[in-house]
């Protein structure tokens, strides 16, 4: 009888896990629990409805959902037990016909589609699985021609349970997770950001920071192409309705705001460079966009910062978090909490729906994605995420410059562009210098930048002609907006961001 019970239900939740996770990965597939909750409710008479609202509230919806889940585990456990009664065949049709009462309900919905239908194909398929592997079942017949029975024993069936227990919850939890980027695809899509004072159309990226050199990483990088670093697996889903960001710790007045308080504020637009502490020497972990928020300092400011704030720790939702210093925020640059980058919503995986963006400092001491609680402390207090693991508790962007154009070991002859970006955020370029097989520094030319806060294209233009055949090797370096020039001497990435000329060789011929 209890085998009968623990076998229907794991079949019963294995299947709903799974299903589950099939919604989660399939676009507009659907879970059948909640039509059938909804048949349900069509064929609820009128009383028990208006009671259960009345009980219930706004609540209904989930206890609807909890009570298909119910209805559903109930039909479960009945499986179960004919499966271990011997009523092999009455389990697996009855399972069967539950998937079909399912398919049923999602398909009477509005706008059937076989993609709806898989997530309950699938958990069924996994249902009758788990009964057949767990059920006892015939087997062949013994020496004197009895039929036998086979199947797992008592403890092979322990281990199968709990295996089968984790999965369905594994998958369950996962699916269910992973469902809801669906939902903030759509609410991303429709919401709609407050105009920037003083900006006519928003994000306009103007041509006039690009020197127009081929193969030269953008001025400004797309969403879509914009490097991506966090620790979540799955990217959290956020919804506007539910976040809010709280703000305590070394303050007067601790603060929550929702999301329309923050867009009630005044907003700006910056175009910052963003980069990780990841970066290698020539990487391209760093990129540069147009964020607009809400100026950071003028909230701290309004929360009251005591004396003794030190570090501004930031936390995410999935509890990462990192701390900035307090100067790096107060000293009049633009620390923001961005809603939108590059004229858009931010994408989910770049922090929708808030963010935290500081010139000047790496993303892992500053940019806090999906960020909800803000906690002014002091250094000593708290180790925020990277910095137990062998990472420096400051991370100020170290002044860089890369070659984009050529590849390393390219042929070329005649003229020869040679080009890339170079950043210092926050201090700006004031040059770039190229050098040929370690010969004299030569200024390149520089773009156009709207801030000290982004990086810069530069081009030097190489002429051949009077150079041997063959390969040779040419290095850049920066010279920071306060003339320190970039240190040559090459440093690893740990702890606290890589150092060293960007090198590359190029074929003359
Ligand atoms: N919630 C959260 N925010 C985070 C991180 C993270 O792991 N979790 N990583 C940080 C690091 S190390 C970097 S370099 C930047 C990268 O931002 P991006 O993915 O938008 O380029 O995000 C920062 N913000
Ligand atoms: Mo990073």
Redesign the pocket.
């Known amino acids: 009888m209890w085998r009968g019970l623990g076998l229907g239900l794991l079949a019963t939740g294995a299947g709903l896990g799974v299903a589950e996770l099939v919604v989660g990965l399939v676009q507009d597939s659907a879970s059948p629990v909640v039509p059938v909750g909804q048949e349900f409710i069509d064929y609820t008479p009128a009383w028990l409805k208006n009671w259960a609202i009345e009980q219930f509230g706004t609540n209904d919806k989930a206890v609807l959902v909890a009570g298909a889940l119910i209805v559903i585990l109930i039909l479960g456990a009945i499986i179960g037990v004919l499966a271990v009664r011997g009523a092999r065949a009455m389990a697996y049709a009855l399972t069967i016909a539950v998937g079909v009462i399912g398919a049923c309900a999602v398909m009477i919905r509005p706008e059937p589609s076989l993609a709806k239908l898989l997530p309950t194909i699938v958990g069924a398929l996994v249902s009758l699985g788990v009964l057949w592997w767990l059920a006892p079942r015939p087997g062949p017949a013994d020496e004197t021609g009895r039929p036998t029975m086979i199947g797992p024993d008592r403890r092979q069936f322990m281990l199968g349970a709990v295996g089968i227990g984790s999965v369905a919850a594994i998958t369950g939890g996962l699916g269910w997770t992973m469902r809801r980027r669906f939902e903030i695809d759509q609410e991303r899509a429709e919401l709609v950001l407050p105009r920037v004072e003083g900006n006519e159309a928003s994000a306009v990226v103007p041509d006039e920071f690009s020197l127009g050199v081929d193969g030269i990483e953008s001025f400004v990088v797309p969403n879509d192409d914009?490097?991506?670093?966090?620790?979540?697996l799955v990217v959290p889903q956020v919804s506007i309705e539910t976040w809010s960001l709280k703000i305590g710790g070394l303050v007067d007045n601790p603060m929550e705001l929702t999301f329309s308080d923050l867009l009630a504020r005044p907003q700006i637009e910056r175009t910052i460079t963003?980069s990780?502490?990841s970066n290698p020497v020539g990487g391209d972990?760093v990129?540069n966009a147009v964020w607009q928020g809400v100026r950071l300092a003028d909230l701290l400011e309004e929360a009251g910062l005591q004396t003794g704030a030190e570090q501004v720790v930031s936390r995410?939702v999935?509890g990462?978090t990192?701390g900035s210093p307090i100067e790096a925020i107060m000293d009049g640059r633009d620390a923001m909490l961005a809603v939108a980058m590059n004229g858009e919503p931010l994408p989910a995986?770049?922090?929708y729906p808030v963010r935290i963006v500081v010139p000047g400092l790496?993303?892992?001491v500053s940019?806090?994605?999906?960020v909800t609680d803000i906690t002014l402390t002091r250094w000593d207090e708290f180790d925020a995420y990277w910095v137990p693991r062998g990472w420096s508790k400051r991370g100020p962007v170290k002044t860089m410059a890369r070659i984009d154009t050529p590849r390393s070991g390219a042929r070329r002859d005649g003229e020869v562009p040679i080009g890339g970006v170079a950043w210092a955020v926050h201090r700006g370029v004031e040059a770039v210098q190229v050098r040929i097989d370690e010969g004299e520094w030569r200024d390149a030319e520089l773009g156009a930048v709207p801030s000290a806060d982004t990086w810069v294209q530069w081009v030097y233009r190489w002429d051949t002609s009077e150079v041997e055949r063959g390969g040779h090797s040419v290095e850049v370096r920066a010279i920071d907006g306060e003339g320190e020039p970039q240190p040559e001497q090459p440093k690893a990435v740990a702890p606290d961001g890589a150092q060293g000329y960007h090198r590359i060789s190029i074929d003359v011929g």
């Open positions: 914009f490097y991506r670093i966090d620790t979540a963003l990780c502490v972990l990129g995410s999935d990462w990192c995986q770049h922090g790496f993303g892992y940019a806090t994605k999906w």
